[in-house]
Each structure stands twice: as structure tokens, then as C-alpha cells.
């Protein structure tokens, strides 16, 4: 295998950041003990078997390139049991379920050899946007790249960026990986000048694949964020404060071994009556806590599932699945209800956090629409006069 496939997917520097550094700044608790203290985080099994899986679909890839082909199925089970009879000695044989599913979602795929630039295509940037080596301790930017494809000629010309993942691309990988996604689309438009990448996120694990149509908008707009993160972090460092990193449960937690201190802050003891109004108090105070104690298990548990699938408990289980997403035309809907007799109140229902997010204007010109009734309601509430709900349902 070509000695550029087993290169780290983290470029050197306490401040380059890569899509791998960007999943870690999410809890900065993290990203502060691997990088900046270079604390050893004990390697999760799983994380082990997306590197090896990662191996199997450079030199898979390769081959496709090489041969001109679009799958080869008998190369792809050769190397990925030459792969697992040298794994890791971390890696449990056990594990091998996973391996499998991973390796047979890849072999449904259909590569355009003919297309493809590069596989596993290392790319670093300075400060400037120039480039650089992957080594150089001056890299900005950085990032690692499964496998790139140009279609088109001149103007016309297109960049496919194909990214595999062993983790789920449901739930919390739409809105936290977003930016990670559009860095690297940004990395290949800064490599190539070419303005319209297709950045493709395919999950090994469930055949899911999201798909990022970008342009040059697009790619300023990243920038900007980009530099952004990079500007937070090079404060948080000039702060040489550690209650500045707080650990943040989220999508990392299903692959992470450190010690945490989130984990500590836990209640472990939880009055179960109020026998009077200093309790009741306490009671109160308690479900704010546990509020946010059910929010972190509830994000550890996304966390989990996301890298290793559904977790099973009597009578439940809790996985990621499939959803169709719908838009629809609600001027042709109204007209449809009005034929029908149905009144729209009885169907439409407006989401009161989405209104939130508006924009003032927005929200005074909806208020013209809106009947307001008055109904019991429990719940505990923010004293800040924004009436938001603290137990508020899941992420």
C-alpha cells in the first residue's frame, strides 16, 4: 500500500485545524487534553476499525483507479481479509461483525475510475491560503480526502469530494458536522480553483450518503467560519485558563476514553418526596439539574450509537433510522383543505422554537396571524423573560 495511505488524518500544530480537529473543538475539554496537553486518549476499538476500514478503501479505491474498473469485489474481499488477519492487536475479534457490514456497504459502491484525481489526498494550507506540506508546523488548514473526481472540462468543470465514514449520518451529523463537511469542499476549491464541488458523505454503516452541493458563496462563507473557529481557539489558548475548556457531551462521547469531568458533576443522590417548601425548592433545583444530566446521557447515547450502532434495552431500542423529510407546498395545501371542508388549524402546526429563530420583522409580521389562547401549562421556565422551557424535549 503507498506510504501516503497510513499518514495521520491531523496535520501537526496546535492551531491547524483539520475536520478531525474541528469534531474535537465541539467539547473543548477534548480538544484541549489531545492537543495542546498531549494527553494519550486510550484508542476505541471502533476508531481503530475505521482506520483499518479507511485502509481497505484507499488500496480498494486504487485498484478501481488502476484497473479502469467500477467495482472488484474479489480485490476488495482479498484485501480486506489480508487487513483483518494483520488488524490491530486492539481490535477484538468480536469486532469483526462491523468490519463486515462496513466492508460489504463498500462494495456497493460504483466508482468512475476514469474521473478519479487522487485517493486519500493529503492537502495543508498557511495562514494565506498557500500551500504547504503536510508536515510543515505552519499549517493553517488541513485536511485529509478519501477520494476526489473531476467531471467536466473548463467552466463546466465539477470537483467531487467522496468522504466514507463508519459512523451513522443521522441525527447529530447534519447540524455539528456541517462545517467539518464544507471544509472539504473549501480545501479542494483552494487546491484546484475550481468553484462548484460536490462534497458526498457516505456512512459504511447504514448506506446513508449526504450529499453538499457548493459554490462560490459557499466557499467564502466557510472560510469565514473557519477562521472564526481559528480565532476562538487561538483565544481560548491566549486565556491559558482550563475552566475555559469545558467538557461539552456530544457526538464525541461515543469514542472517547478520557476522563471526564462532566461525568463527576453527576448528582448521585435524588430526594424522591417534598415534605416541605425548603424540599419543594430543592426538588426544583434538582430538575433543572437533571434536566441537563438527561441532555448529556441523551447526547452520550447519540454519541454511541452513531459509531456503533442501536443499544438494545427490554422492550426499546435506540438507533438511528432512516426518515423521509418532506416539503410542501403550503399555498396548493390550504386550497386542497378549503376543497375538503377542513379547517387548516385542524392539520397545520407551526413550530413555536423555529419562530423563535426569525428575525424581529418576521416574527411581528406572523403575529398578525396568529390566534393566542391561554391554556395550564407545567413546565420550569427561564427567568430571563424569554419564557423558554429548561425540560424542554430531546436535542
Not at 504547504?132 to 473531476?150: R, Y
Request: glycine share 8%; net charge negative; charged share 30%.
Amino acid at each position: 500500500m503507498p506510504e501516503q495511505l497510513a499518514r495521520s488524518p491531523v496535520p501537526p500544530g496546535r492551531l491547524a485545524l483539520s475536520p478531525s480537529k474541528l469534531a474535537a473543538l465541539a467539547c473543548p475539554y477534548r480538544f484541549r487534553a489531545l492537543y495542546l496537553l498531549d494527553e494519550q486518549d486510550p484508542k476505541d476499538h471502533m476508531l481503530l476499525v475505521g482506520s483499518l476500514v479507511h485502509e481497505v478503501a484507499g488500496a480498494y479505491m486504487e485498484r478501481l483507479r488502476e484497473t479502469r474498473r467500477g467495482t472488484d469485489l474479489d480485490f476488495l474481499h482479498a484485501v480486506a481479509e489480508h487487513h483483518w488477519r494483520h488488524r490491530d492487536h486492539a481490535i477484538p475479534e468480536e469486532a469483526f461483525e462491523d468490519f463486515g457490514l462496513f466492508v460489504a456497504r463498500l462494495g456497493e459502491y460504483i466508482a468512475k475510475p476514469e474521473a478519479i484525481v487522487d485517493i486519500e489526498y493529503a492537502l495543508a494550507f498557511r495562514e494565506d491560503w498557500t500551500g504547504c506540506e503536510w508536515e510543515d508546523p505552519e499549517a493553517a488548514w488541513g485536511g485529509m480526502i478519501d477520494v476526489w473526481s473531476i467531471e467536466g472540462k473548463g467552466q463546466d468543470a465539477r470537483a467531487i469530494v467522496e468522504d466514507w465514514t463508519t459512523a451513522s449520518l443521522a441525527g447529530v451529523f447534519g447540524h455539528r458536522k456541517d462545517l467539518q463537511t464544507r471544509q472539504y469542499g473549501l480545501l479542494i476549491h483552494k487546491a484546484t480553483r475550481i468553484d462548484n464541488v460536490e462534497v458526498k458523505v457516505r456512512s459504511l454503516r447504514t448506506g446513508a450518503v449526504r450529499e453538499l452541493s457548493l459554490g462560490p458563496e459557499d466557499h467564502e462563507q466557510t472560510e469565514r467560519r473557519l477562521v472564526h473557529e481559528r480565532e476562538r481557539l487561538v483565544a481560548l489558548i491566549a486565556l491559558d485558563d482550563p475552566s475555559a475548556w469545558p467538557a461539552v457531551p456530544g457526538h464525541q462521547c461515543g469514542i472517547c476514553n478520557l476522563h471526564c469531568p462532566a461525568i463527576d458533576a453527576m448528582p448521585s443522590e435524588l430526594p424522591m418526596k417534598c415534605g416541605s417548601a425548603e424540599q419543594a425548592e430543592e426538588a426544583l433545583g434538582r430538575l433543572i439539574l437533571l434536566d441537563r444530566v438527561r441532555r448529556a446521557h441523551t447526547k452520550a447515547l447519540r454519541g454511541w450509537i452513531q459509531f456503533r450502532g442501536p443499544v438494545h434495552a427490554p422492550g426499546k431500542v435506540a438507533e438511528f433510522r432512516p426518515g423521509e423529510s418532506r416539503l410542501w407546498d403550503l399555498p396548493a395545501v390550504l386550497e386542497v383543505l378549503q376543497e375538503h371542508g377542513i379547517q387548516p388549524g385542524e392539520v397545520l402546526n407551526v413550530d413555536a422554537r423555529r419562530i423563535k429563530k426569525l428575525s424581529k420583522e418576521a416574527r411581528r409580521a406572523l403575529d398578525q396571524h396568529v390566534t393566542k389562547g391561554v391554556k395550564e401549562k407545567f413546565g420550569v421556565y427561564s427567568t430571563e423573560g424569554d419564557d423558554e422551557e429548561e425540560n424542554g424535549g430531546g436535542e
